[in-house]
């Protein structure tokens, strides 16, 4: 990348694994980057959920790594010690059948536990958690965020706005209509996650099953994931469309249900548990991403990144974040050559 004007300065919404991808590409090439999440730390949809002694990987499960930028970079966390192989035996179970699992698959975690990714991406990052962006708003000067207590921060001469779709939509409406009008067509599917722990190892002989025909899509053992100590925890996860119909329903119905639904899948009685917790994942998974890695508007320097461009998955998230980031600084470098022409 060329040189790029010095005292850039870029905003990005949102600490999960797109914003901060796209915040430390921007930082190394010496752009002055602020994070702003409205959750009280970083990793969005990638994150640990902790509760007193428990820890549970209460959204992405695990992360493959396909394209080479992305196998680079996962190489590179293990080698730091921040993510780790997993090895567990996964299953796919259909009608009381236990099904091998697809063997070939290398599925890796975050050390010790998901929420290490984001923290080890933000290490060199000015992140200010507990802000609620609600609209952005461009002048002559810049772009500048607009927070639900109406406190503005910046101006900034780009944003970056990586959070999911829906969300990306109502923030840009005002500032890049033609953004939120693609952002608003990428449907999001919602996951109810059930935590669980318990005294004792559940007697089956698999750590992970992808369930069908099942009001669950996911059963995992999570304390068998490198890393991970004490008693033994599972993370179940709801299909999307079980999801989304029962996403309001009361805690104790969709709870019941999903340990019904888990009997029914493995055979196994599930003991009352030491500890329990629904998570509502109002936007998980974009069923039909965007083709596009990123979107950008070049008139004032507003982009959005996210799962929802590149893929529905954890890799997918950094790639759009690593190609959003090499756009803003080649806009930079275009605005400081025409700049360079006209003088
Ligand atoms: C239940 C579930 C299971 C999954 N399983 C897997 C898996 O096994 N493997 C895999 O690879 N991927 C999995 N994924 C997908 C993976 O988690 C995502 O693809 C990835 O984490 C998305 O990262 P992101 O940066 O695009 O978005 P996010 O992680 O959603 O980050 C967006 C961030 O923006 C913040 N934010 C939103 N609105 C605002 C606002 N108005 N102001 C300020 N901040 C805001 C949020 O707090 C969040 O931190 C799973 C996801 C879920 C939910």
Known sequence: ????????????????????????????????????????????????????????DSGAQYFTARDALFVAQVDEWVTAGIAAAWRGETVRLRDGEVLPGQGSTQRFVGMPGMSSISRHLARDCRVTTGFRVVRLEQDRDGVALVSQDDHREGRFDAVVVATPAPQTAALVRSAAPDLAAVAERVPFSACLALMVAFRDRLPLGFDGAFVDDSPLSWVSRDSSKPGRLGDETWVLHAAPSWSDENFAAEEEVIVESLRQAFVRATGVAMPEPLYSRLHRWRYALPPEPLPDRFLFDATNGIGACGDWCAGPRVEGAFLSGTALAERVLQWFVEGAESRARRS
């Open 1 to 56: 990348m060329d040189i790029v004007e010095s005292f850039k300065k870029v905003a990005i919404v949102g600490a999960g694994v797109s914003g901060l991808a796209c915040a430390k590409l921007l930082g190394d090439h010496g752009i002055d980057v602020v994070v702003f999440d409205k959750s009280r730390g970083t990793g969005g949809r990638a994150s640990t959920h902790r509760s007193g002694d428990y820890a549970f």
